[in-house]
């Protein structure tokens, strides 16, 4: 198998220099290396080593383009083998669309903790003729799902990449022609606060991260590249188009996250019942240089059941996974109209099964670290920075899923629902893929 930036499919490369990796089984004596676009070879390198590691710094890369990586290697016994892949260009960084946004901000940061709903843009594209190729270059801050015609099109959680945003900014682009209809098709944005718009929380009762780091409100730009019989097609984020409420009613890495269920329909938090779409407003948006992403995406590697569940009363209990889960909760109930769930989450149960949440404090905010010396969150911050989310049900069935959050528990406090109406629970690891969905890296697994 061929690696090309540490990636086997759905290879994009818009920068260099790239870097190409290979594995042999025996004595590798010398490689040489061809690149190809479309038939034209436009690199070769021929040269005598072991290295299975080539970085290619000296190729003229071309947007919206198609190359093919060749590598044939040689063994000191006569053994030979070819490995080939390939990658697709985009728009080389160079953006045709904005930084747009939906414009509204606290007009003091204390009232970050009040909540609002978040953000959700959409462009319709109407197509009359037959479609050849079709790819998006995107980036959402701070994070960002991406929808078309209702289905997603991101891979991994908790994108966009965390970069210091006024000197580099990673986007991400996709072959969106599988997901293109004819003749008209909506693509959805669904937008959230991530690294870009923090709570300002004084971590440690120090660090504010709103004053350490580059901020602002979620924004979005975009480039849709379309290829046709006869002639190519650029649409960029820009005036026309469109952003309303989301059903978030809070989110924040570190605190958690609100969702009101009667927004929307089904499991699509976009698919949302009364929208008021309104014109984006158009943003100079950070001064980071944008690259093309080559960063493994987190992805969810695998679930563990409840292990034991311990009630507390008619409408509380606690879940016992068992092991840590640094990752989401996924839980599925049946519930009554406007029915309020909330969850906290906890590393530890006391002696009496309370919960013990002092280790999972965010920046031990509430914690007690000598006698009579509470770490201060600052004004308007919780008490207790906990690990909480809670949501607004619909009558009927109700699915739950962090989406703009990542925990770290065993236990989890259910308030606001009897156990008879849990229908299924999970907890979700969230790490970082290396080779696709199988082969993993993983940054934290569980641990007794």
């Known amino acids: ?9 759905n290879i994009i490369v818009d920068h260099l220099p790239i870097m190409v990796c290979w594995s042999t089984n025996y004595p590798q004596k010398s490689f040489t290396i061809k690149v190809y676009k479309g038939a034209e070879l436009v690199s070769l390198i021929a040269r005598e080593g072991n290295k299975t590691i ?37 728009n080389l960084g160079h953006f045709s669309g904005r930084w747009v946004s939906g414009g509204h901000h606290f007009t003091n940061d204390i009232h970050y903790y009040r909540g609002k709903r978040n953000v959700v843009m959409r462009k319709t594209i ?27 099109v991101t891979r991994g959680e908790l994108n966009t990449d965390w970069t210091n945003y006024a000197k ?12 293109i209809n004819q003749p008209k098709n909506e693509v959805i944005v669904e937008l959230a606060d991530g690294w870009f718009n923090p709570a300002p929380l004084k971590l ?7 004053e350490t780091l580059t901020i602002g409100e979620p924004q979005v730009i975009a480039d849709i590249y379309m290829k046709f019989a006869d002639r190519e097609m650029i649409i960029g984020s820009d005036a026309d188009w469109q952003y309303c409420e989301g059903a978030y009613t809070f989110n924040n890495i570190y605190l958690g996250e609100r969702l009101d269920m009667k927004l929307f329909r089904g499991d699509n938090t976009t698919d949302l019942l009364m929208p008021d779409w309104k014109n984006v407003v158009l943003s100079n948006g950070p001064e980071g240089r944008l ?45 009554s109209e406007n029915q309020r769930v909330e969850l906290l989450y906890s590393e530890d149960v006391d002696e009496n099964y309370e919960l013990n949440t002092d280790s999972t404090l965010a920046g031990f905010v509430g914690k007690q670290v000598t006698e009579g010396v509470i770490i201060d969150g600052g004004i308007g911050a919780p008490a207790r920075a906990e690990q909480k989310d809670a949501f607004e049900c619909r009558s009927g069935k109700n699915h739950f899923i962090n989406a ?21 629970v999970s907890g979700a690891f969230s790490t970082y893929c290396t080779k696709g969905k199988r082969g993993l890296l993983l940054l934290r697994s569980l641990h007794k």
């Open 291 to 335: 690259v093309s992403s080559f960063i493994p995406k987190i992805n969810h590697t695998l679930s563990l059941g409840a292990e034991h569940i311990h009630v507390v009363d008619e409408e509380t209990f606690i879940i016992d996974f068992g092991a840590i889960v640094t990752g989401f909760i996924d839980l599925s109930i049946t519930a």
């Open 54 to 90: 080539v970085t290619l710094d000296a190729i003229s890369l071309q947007s919206f383009t198609s190359y093919t990586i060749e590598v044939l290697t040689h063994g000191d016994n006569g053994e030979n083998n070819v490995f080939k892949n390939s990658f697709t260009t985009s």
């Open 404 to 424: 703009f959050t990542c925990h770290s528990f065993r236990y989890v406090q259910l308030s606001g629902i009897n156990i008879e109406q849990l229908n299924n």
């Open 1 to 9: 198998m061929l690696s090309i930036n540490y990636q086997t499919e």
């Open 204 to 210: 440690f009762g120090k660090y504010n991260l709103r």
């Open 168 to 179: 580099i900014i990673y986007y991400d682009t996709y072959n969106i022609k599988p997901f």
């Open 126 to 152: 109407y197509l009359d003729e037959e479609l050849l190729d079709a790819y998006i270059s995107i980036v959402g801050l701070g994070f960002y799902k991406l929808y078309i015609n209702g289905k997603e």
